[in-house]
Every structure is written in C-alpha cells, then in structure tokens.
C-alpha cells in the first residue's frame, strides 16, 4: 500500500536510533537500581558493585528500620485487588449506559475529567476534610479507597469508551429478539465480547491504584500504604535496601502486566483460531 | 432506535447502570472539590481551623510576592516539559506509525513505551539518583572521559534533575495520545500529497502535524497538568532547593494550614481550567473521543 516508502532511507535508521534512545532512558534507569539492588553487604548508593548478595531484600523484611514494610504492601495489594473489582464494574456499567443519552451524562463525564487534572494531593484534602466534616474516621480501606477510586474510574471510563466504540450491538439485539433477558444479553454476550477490553481496564484498576501516592497521602489515616512508605524512605533510607524494595514493588507490577497481557493475547489467539474454523 | 441499539430497553437502565461511577465521583471528587472551595473561606490559627467566611486567604495569596514567583516557577516547569515531551513523543509516534511496518512490531514498540506507566513513580524517579549523582554513573563517565575535571554538582538535586525526571515520567502521556492520532491518519493522504510534488518536510508540516493536533493538544494537557500537580518529584529532586505551587500548598498543610493552602490550589484549579479551556478553544477533543 505504502510503496513509496518500501526502501528505507536514513530517516529510518535516524528515527530508529532516535527512538531505542528513548527506550534507553525510559528504562535504563530502572535497569541500574535493580542491579545495584543486589550489591554487596558493604555497597553503597551508587557504583561499583561490592560483591553481589541478596542481602538488602533480606534486610527489608528482617531489619524494623523500614517501618511496617509488610503491612503495607499487604494493604496496597488489597486495595489494588478491590480498586481492580470496582473499577472494571463500575466502569463496564457506566460505559453501557454512556451509549444512550441521559440526563446528567455530560457533567459526570466533565467531572471525570476534572478528576484526572486536579492535582492529586489537593483531592486528598478535599476527601480528608469531607471526612472530618462529617465526623467519619480516616481508613484506608475507606477513604483511601475513595481516593483511589476518584483515580481509577476516568481511566477506566475512557478505555470503556474506546472498548465500546469498537463494539457492534447488533449481537445484543440479535440475542434480545431471539428472547433472551437483558441479564442474560449481559452474561452470555456483553461480557465475553467485551472481556479483553475488561481485562485492560483491570490493569489499570490495580497498577494505578497499587503505585497511588499523593492521592493516598492525607486520605489513608493510621496506617499507611506501600508508595507512602517508600517516599518516607526516598529520604530517610541511605543503603541499598531503598533499590530493593524498588525492585520487589517494580517486579510485581511487570508481573501483574505480564499476566494482564497474556490473558488479552490467549482470548484473541482462541478467537482468530474460532474464526480460521469457521471459515 | 437508539433504545434498541443498548443492551437493555427500560429508560431507568442507564441511570441504574451509571449509578456507581456517579456516586464515587460525587463523593470522592464533586463533594470534595466543593470542600477545599469552602475551607478557603474559613480562618485558621496554625492549631485548628473555625468555620467562618473570610477573604483574608485569597487576600493574602494574591498579594504574596512569593505566589507569583512560586507560579511562574511552576509554568517554567511546565512549559520547558511540555516542549521536550512533546518534540520526543512526537517523534516517537512518527517513527512508530510511518516508518514501523509490521503491525505486530508496531503494537509491541508502543507497548514498550507505556508499560511504565503501570509501574511506580516513585520508583522511576528514585531511579535517576544512582545515575545523575555526584559519584553516579553519568559524572564518573564524564571524568573518565577528561570532558570535567571535577564531577558536576548541577545534575542531581537541581532544576535540570526536575525537568528531567518530569520529561522521563510523562512523555508517555504525550505518545500515546499523539500515536493514537497519528495512527488514525489516512496513508493515501500522505501518498496524495507526495503525488502532488509536496516534499518530505511539506508533508510533514502541512498534513501530518495539523492531523496530529488533538493528540498533541490531549498531551499537552495530561503533561501541563500532570507538572503543574507535582509537589513530590520537585522536592526531592532539587533537593529542597526549587518549590511549586503545590509543593508550597503541601508546606502549608503540613503546618495545618488549611485555609491558605485551599485558597491557593482554588487559584490553582483556575489558573488550570483556564489553561485547559484554551486548549479545547483552539482543538476541538471531543469531536476526536467520538470518533
């Protein structure tokens, strides 16, 4: 189709060039502190390695310097998992109903919107002091979750909108003629068409609300979340155990996209197969 | 007709379906939004706050020499980010749309340039001390190579060290926006022009960047708002040196001075909407949502 571009000239070695540089400098970063995570007893901050030892990730749970390092990864991967759930439900409903015109639906999409450029921090002031006003208790599984929630649902919501776009509803009407109850149409034939774009939305539900910082900062209470204990010891922690934890919290991340990515290439695997059958 | 093209024919359908998300938003963002409103109203002595109705916050806030300074610091930020985000996330998405083939490669590539998104931030900024440091990598590179005699101190804990940690966190918010545009451009328009003796750059001027432009306006508001929300990065990577509007609200709550610190991000949240709007003024985004 693009003949005339079939040779590749120097602006494509150029650009190419260009662009495994911005590779380079979007991971390579990342790449030195989980080496220098594994230096030696006696290492430091930065190069040479002095020996290699897996000795800060033991230190991070052994050692009581860190703070509560184990309870709050427990409470961000339990916020994640329910920040995951309300999401993909909260986002697959509301992009259904999106597809009609109701009253109100401009302003909460604006409002959405205004969700994601409001500086995070100045949202947790406003949910602390919401709480405080009407007397509630600051907690994490409520408040912080809010304050996730007030994160995950406009991304969520804006990939539900790109999922949908692609979306033929005939299949719904098809199922509804054939006499099939609206919450039959939802399991037997929404969902599963739906379900890689559901599966994205996940994603996002659990990674962004797992990293949350400034939002969870004033809205956790008492106890705090893995992120927040992290930026405590961006500047109280001077040994490599900080370049640990970096690697444990940026490995499960990769894990959970992993996991995410696999699933979504399996789901259109099976259904490229199911088509080269039937045709 | 359009009652049968969703998934269920009841009217009430859609506001029980929307019900959720909407009592989340209002909740946790409608209500309080309109809580930081009416603190900035309220008086404060630096141990608690007392209800009342006061214009000494904003007084005081707008006729503080340090909030312009602290605002035009902000902007500056804002602004030396959007251009080098926009010049690499530009760039990026032109090589990955027009010069990228195969679309298994091109998927893959872009999937490169947005896993970090997934992952922390904290962690990608912390990421930059080891290499920008005093003895990192980047000055021990430098000695050896003859180019400073000593290693330079302006890398980490300085403006360069913000800017460049903003441009390493939120490129990614230009490409994917500028990609998706660029990806939805017509290659025999590119073709036409090329057939019609347009050269390389004409094309590229006249074709492709203004097809590009509600990418580039989408990007330019993810990453102005993104910086101009930071209070974290500007911390801890000028080492306590540079501040920011937000960064100088997080002092002041710190202090509990709610009042103020709410009367300056309501200054804030002008100042952004404002923006924002000029942005949609000139690109129309919606028209790009529902395509």
Redesign the interface.
């Known amino acids: 189709?693009?003949h005339?571009?079939t040779r590749?000239g120097p602006?494509?070695y150029f650009?190419?060039a260009?662009?495994a540089l911005?590779?380079a400098?979007?991971?390579?970063?990342?790449l030195?502190?989980f080496l220098?995570s594994f230096q030696g007893t006696s290492g430091g901050?930065?190069?040479p390695m002095r020996g290699v030892s897996t000795h800060w990730f033991v230190d991070l749970w052994s050692s009581s310097r860190y703070g509560d390092l184990g309870g709050a990864f427990s409470r961000s991967v339990i916020l994640g998992v329910l920040s995951m759930l309300?999401t993909a439900?909260?986002?697959l409903?509301?992009g259904?109903?999106?597809?009609?015109?109701?009253?109100?639906?401009g302003p909460?999409f604006y409002?959405?919107i205004?969700?994601?450029?409001?500086?995070?921090?100045?949202?947790g002031?406003?949910?602390s002091?919401?709480f405080q006003?009407l007397g509630f208790q600051l907690h994490w599984w409520l408040s912080a979750l809010?304050?996730h929630?007030?994160w995950t649902?406009?991304f969520g919501?804006l990939i539900m909108?790109a999922v949908l776009n692609r979306f033929d509803?005939s299949w719904?009407?098809a199922a509804?003629d054939a006499g099939a109850r609206?919450a039959q149409?939802?399991a037997y034939i929404?969902v599963p068409i739906l379900f890689p774009g559901l599966i994205a939305v996940a994603?996002?539900g659990f990674?962004?609300s797992y990293?949350e910082?400034?939002r969870s900062l004033?809205t956790v209470g008492g106890l705090n979340t893995l992120?927040i204990e992290?930026?405590n010891m961006?500047?109280n922690v001077t040994t490599p155990a900080?370049?640990a934890i970096?690697t444990v919290?940026?490995a499960i991340?990769?894990l959970?996209?992993a996991i995410a990515?696999i699933a979504i290439a399996i789901i259109q695997k099976n259904r490229a197969r199911a088509r080269g059958e039937k045709a | 007709m359009?009652?049968?093209?969703?998934?269920?024919?009841s009217p009430v359908?859609?506001?029980?379906?929307?019900a959720?998300?909407?009592i989340?938003?209002?909740?946790?963002?409608?209500?309080?939004?309109?809580?930081?409103v009416l603190?900035s109203f309220w008086e404060s002595d630096g141990i608690s706050i007392y209800p009342a109705f006061t214009l000494a916050n904003y007084r005081e806030v707008l006729t503080s020499p340090v909030t312009l300074s602290l605002f035009l610091k902000t902007l500056q930020y804002a602004a030396i980010t959007l251009v080098c985000t926009a010049l690499?996330g530009f760039?990026?998405s032109?090589?990955?749309v027009?010069?990228v083939?195969d679309l298994k490669w091109q998927i893959g590539?872009f999937?490169?340039?947005t896993?970090?998104f997934?992952?922390?931030?904290?962690?990608?900024m912390?990421?930059?001390?080891?290499?920008l440091?005093r003895?990192?990598?980047f000055n021990?590179f430098l000695v050896q190579m003859g180019l400073t005699s000593a290693p330079l101190d302006v890398l980490l804990y300085s403006d360069f060290a913000v800017i460049l940690t903003y441009v390493?966190l939120y490129?990614?918010f230009m490409i994917v926006p500028v990609f998706n545009s660029m990806a939805k451009i017509d290659?025999n328009l590119?073709?036409a022009a090329?057939d019609a003796g347009a050269r390389?750059w004409q094309i590229l001027c006249y074709v492709i960047i203004p097809l590009t432009k509600t990418g580039l306006a989408l990007g330019t508001?993810?990453v102005v708002?993104l910086v101009?929300?930071?209070?974290?990065v500007v911390r801890?990577m000028s080492g306590g040196q540079s501040a920011s509007v937000?960064s100088a609200?997080?002092n002041e709550?710190d202090q509990l001075y709610?009042p103020q610190?709410?009367a300056m991000?309501v200054l804030?949240?002008m100042v952004?909407?404002l923006m924002?709007s000029a942005v949609l003024r000139i690109v129309d985004i919606r028209s790009e949502?529902a395509r």
């Open positions: 189709m693009a005339a571009s590749r602006a494509f650009l190419a260009f662009f911005f590779v400098f979007l991971y390579g970063p990342m030195i502190i220098l901050l930065t190069f309300i439900a909260c986002c409903f509301a259904l109903a999106f597809r009609r015109k109701f009253w109100g639906a909460l409002l959405s205004v969700s994601l450029v409001v500086p995070g921090i100045l949202l002031l406003g949910i002091q919401f006003l809010g304050a929630l007030s649902l406009p919501l909108f509803s719904e009407e509804r609206p149409i939802l929404t994603l996002f990674t962004l990293d910082y400034p004033l992120p992290i930026s961006t500047t900080l370049y970096g919290t940026s991340s990769f959970v996209i990515f | 359009s009652g049968r093209s969703s998934g269920s024919s359908a859609p506001y029980l379906q929307v959720p998300l909407a989340v938003m209002i909740a946790m963002v409608g209500i309080p939004l309109a809580t930081v603190l690499i760039t990026c032109y090589f990955l027009f010069h083939r590539l999937l490169l340039c896993i970090p997934w992952t922390s931030n904290i962690i990608r912390v990421s930059w001390i080891p290499f440091g003895e990192g990598l021990g390493h490129t990614l290659p590119v073709e090329r390389p508001i993810f708002t101009m929300g930071d209070f974290f801890v937000v609200m997080k709550i709610y610190a709410s991000a804030l949240i952004v909407l924002v949502l």
